[in-house]
């Protein structure tokens, strides 16, 4: 009885780790996430069950329950994959199932996954870092947490990428925030949509329009100055190979 927390990347599945594809395939159970792409999903064992936990907003499947299903499947299985969108451990509560697993004495392993934070601005051509432009990058939720949240005019930072996962319900009082804290209206902001997918799409705008902007979720808000840079000649492995 092992359950292995495996990152699934943001959706393509040539961005899979090689360790994470050998456990899908082999795997005997899957527990996955809303976000998993089917590409992904057609790499998992045909005999192993599967189960669909996806929190779609405002749906069942608790995390209480996932942590439940996980034990339970670990007493009767030996080898468990929990598939989550990403790393697990960004934004993923991956550490609570770690807890609840450890807490039953059951065995965990865990295999990181590429993140939509720091792929989802790349392959629409914007690095999170760039030598000149930007120090550093910080990466945040733009939701709240038991009525917490990020107190973005503290983050207002020209010189700092800001990232902000699960932000677009929010954006227009992030942007706000962000110029109060002293941002320039006029900081370029990169809206990566569906990121690695057929369905990707990047809008560019600047901070003070970010809040009328059409966007669709899932996305990554890119804010800072490297949103100015378009790395258009950017190709992820996959695609330089398919026109080798
Ligand atoms: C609950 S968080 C999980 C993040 C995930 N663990 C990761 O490392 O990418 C979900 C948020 O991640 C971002 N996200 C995940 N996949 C994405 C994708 N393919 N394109 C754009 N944003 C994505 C969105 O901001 C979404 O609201």
Redesign the pocket.
């Given at each position: 009885m092992t359950v292995y927390l495996v990152g699934a990347g943001?959706?393509d599945a040539d961005l899979l780790t090689v360790r994470a594809a050998q456990l899908l395939a082999e795997a005997e159970v899957v527990v996955h996430d809303r976000?998993i792409s089917r590409e992904v999903l057609a790499l998992v064992n045909k005999r192993a069950a599967r189960y669909d936990v996806g929190k779609a907003p405002g749906l069942a499947h608790s995390q209480e329950g996932i942590n439940e299903l996980l034990v339970a499947l670990a007493r009767d299985f030996e080898f468990v994959v929990r598939l989550?969108?990403?790393?697990?451990f960004?934004?993923?509560r991956g550490g609570e199932e770690v807890e609840a697993l450890e807490a039953h004495g059951i065995d965990v392993r865990v295999v990181p996954?590429v993140?939509?934070?720091f792929a989802?601005p790349l392959l629409a051509g914007i690095p999170v870092t760039h030598r000149g432009v930007s120090h550093g990058v910080t990466v945040v939720t733009g939701s709240s947490v038991k009525g917490s949240r990020v107190d973005f005019a503290c983050l207002a930072n020209a010189d700092v990428t800001l990232v902000v996962?699960?932000?677009v319900e929010r954006r227009a009082e992030i942007a706000a925030e962000l110029i109060e804290g002293g941002l320039a209206p006029s900081t370029p902001v990169g809206v990566?949509?569906?990121?690695?997918?057929d369905q990707q799409r990047c809008l560019r705008c600047r901070l003070d329009e970010l809040g009328a902007s059409h966007v669709r979720?899932?996305?990554?808000l890119v804010i800072g100055e490297v949103a100015a840079l378009d790395l258009g000649s950017v190709k992820t492995f996959a695609a330089t190979w398919a026109f080798a």
């Open positions: 943001p959706g976000l989550k969108g990403g790393d697990p960004v934004f993923g996954g993140t939509s934070a989802g996962l699960m932000g990566v949509e569906w990121a690695s997918t979720a899932p996305a990554v």
